[in-house]
């Protein structure tokens, strides 16, 4: 990528000031030491801001910079239903889901379902939540941000593996989730600032220097077919992006089960300072995600019109005839734009993707953890451990993730489009688990042993609908989580009698008021998602 020293000591600066800063807040006060609440909920300290940024650092990683950048080039801008749906899901998430969450003291998601149901059905879900990150979310993160320090640097993929994995480990490991959260405000600085860079940059080749918009209308003027958001069945892509279904069916399941109801998402809500600030943490997470897609996805349609404009090529030169993208090998999009960035911008732009993978790997870490120590250890090993031990165990848990994640990411090798893999792999799961925590928090009929059976039965719903042919894996999503729901509503008349659950939650009122902030944000944030899918339907 040729690399300057301004581009070195960029990066070199970027990875102190993450280092400083985790072990300077990681560092314990004198006379104190870290208790189970300091190290896995961060004292329940957290502003709102601080949310908004972590929440937004978690989620951006390289699934998204490469991944989705990846689908951009290969199916376009559609791809953005995930980030702007997610918007609003966000707010739904903090209306209707954290006053419960909070209200009841949560550490961890599967602690919710103690509660509400058993210790066994938590344990299942505990250890499914456990292998999942570990064996599909840390593992795919590593190998997509090694993939990039390969194809950017050339730095072999075990090499890239395991300095990802020691940058994030030498942070996060010590000081928990108040070393991540505080590190990761300065990563959505990066991000934000370095994806920005990136795409005006890849804007200002397509317009031959005249600038941002003169090259977000040529993108528009020379690919119209990668600026629908909703695709027609006609269109080769549309078994991963099925049309109105996108924004009627399956992807809601995705969102919902994603935001909702994912350890490594939901944790920074739960270490907030009130329920007032971890909802407006939640309105700037989802202000955020509506100017995702012009930093990961548009970057990947303009290398698409690139590379097939053979003008354009030949202005670049030989710089950009190395490493190029293809339809079959989509996620080369990314990492090749960053090649053509000028000297001191490329450190920039290489800092942004190094702290999203950085940022989500360390936030993985510490949720992983947390579940094994809280839902685990604690409840099967050690039911009288002291904060000691339990911060130990979960310093000892994170780091053998991290290890067995190391040995599984290079075997990841030859995927295309690696978002939508992990979002198909993901969804086979991710519907039962969503049929169980939406009828647990709002059915008081469910029962323990209906929801036990409905986690257990979506495998094989989710399996068969696979056979289907033709059948887009967001339609099996969803009719997995309608079918799940039935089965549980119908084994909870059998097994409760028709009577309200004795663990069922009492729903009041008051218990959804939110605040003006909220209330505002939440109104403007559904009117820009309402023009920004008119404007590209």
């Excluded at 989580?481 to 084994?491: F, Q, S």
Aim: include cysteine; aromatic fraction near 12%; charged fraction near 10%.
């Amino acid at each position: 990528m040729n690399f300057s020293t301004l581009d070195f000591i960029i990066f070199g600066a970027y990875c102190a000031v993450i280092l400083g800063v985790g072990l300077f807040v990681s560092r314990d006060k004198e006379g104190h030491e870290k208790s189970a609440e300091d190290y896995f909920l961060a004292g329940k300290s957290l502003p709102w801001w601080a949310i908004g940024a972590s929440l937004i650092a978690a989620n951006i990683s390289a699934e998204q910079f490469i991944g989705m950048s990846g689908s951009g080039f290969a199916l376009g801008l559609a791809i953005a239903s995930y980030e702007w749906m997610a918007a609003i899901t966000l707010l739904i998430v903090g209306k209707y889901f954290l006053p419960i969450f909070i209200e009841k003291g949560l550490y961890t998601i599967p602690e919710f379902v103690e509660k509400r149901f058993s210790t066994n059905l938590k344990t299942i879900l505990a250890v499914f939540w456990v292998a999942l990150y570990v064996f599909v979310n840390l593992s795919s993160v590593l190998y997509l941000g090694s993939l990039a320090l390969e194809t950017i640097m050339g730095i072999p993929m075990m090499y890239g593996v395991i300095g990802l994995a020691l940058f994030a480990a030498a942070y996060s490991l010590y000081g928990g989730l108040s070393a991540v959260a505080w590190t990761d405000v300065i990563q959505v600085v990066f991000l934000v600032l370095g994806g920005l860079i990136t795409t005006y940059l890849a804007l200002n080749v397509v317009s031959d220097g005249q600038g941002m918009m003169v090259g977000f209308k040529h993108l528009i003027d020379a690919a119209p077919d990668r600026f629908h958001m909703i695709l027609e069945e006609t269109n080769s892509q549309y078994t991963n992006l099925p049309g109105i279904w996108v924004l009627v069916g399956g992807l809601w399941v995705a969102n919902i089960y994603y935001w909702g109801f994912n350890q490594y998402i939901i944790q920074r809500t739960l270490a907030a300072k009130s329920l007032g600030e971890a909802q407006k943490g939640i309105a700037l997470a989802a202000f955020l995600k509506l100017i995702i897609p012009f930093i990961v996805v548009v970057p990947g349609i303009a290398a698409y019109v690139i590379v097939n404009d053979p003008a354009m090529m030949a202005r670049l030169g030989e710089i950009a005839q190395s490493n190029l993208p293809s339809v079959g090998q989509a996620d080369k999009a990314y990492p090749w734009l960053l090649q053509l960035l000028p000297s001191g911008l490329k450190g920039i732009a290489f800092a942004a993707l190094t702290a999203a993978v950085v940022s989500s790997l360390a936030s993985m870490l510490n949720s992983t953890s947390t579940i094994f120590t809280m839902d685990i250890y604690k409840q099967y090993i050690n039911k009288n451990a002291s904060d000691k031990q339990m911060v130990n165990t979960g310093r000892f848990a994170a780091a053998g993730a991290l290890i067995i994640a190391c040995i599984m990411a290079p075997l990841l090798g030859g995927i295309d489009q690696a978002f939508q893999f992990i979002q198909e792999y993901t969804g086979i799961v991710s519907p039962g688990i969503l049929a169980v925590f939406l009828l647990g928090l709002f059915w008081k009929k469910t029962t323990n042993a209906a929801a036990i059976w409905g986690a257990v039965i979506s495998v094989p719903i989710a399996i068969a609908f696979k056979f289907v042919p033709g059948m887009p894996f967001m339609n099996q999503m969803g009719l997995t989580a309608v079918g799940t729901m039935i089965v549980i509503v119908i084994i909870s008349q059998l097994t409760g009698g028709g009577k309200d659950d004795p663990k069922g939650i009492d729903l009041t009122k008051g218990l959804f008021k939110t605040n003006p902030v909220f209330n505002i944000s939440a109104f403007v944030i559904c009117i820009l998602t309402a023009v920004l899918y008119a404007m590209f339907w």
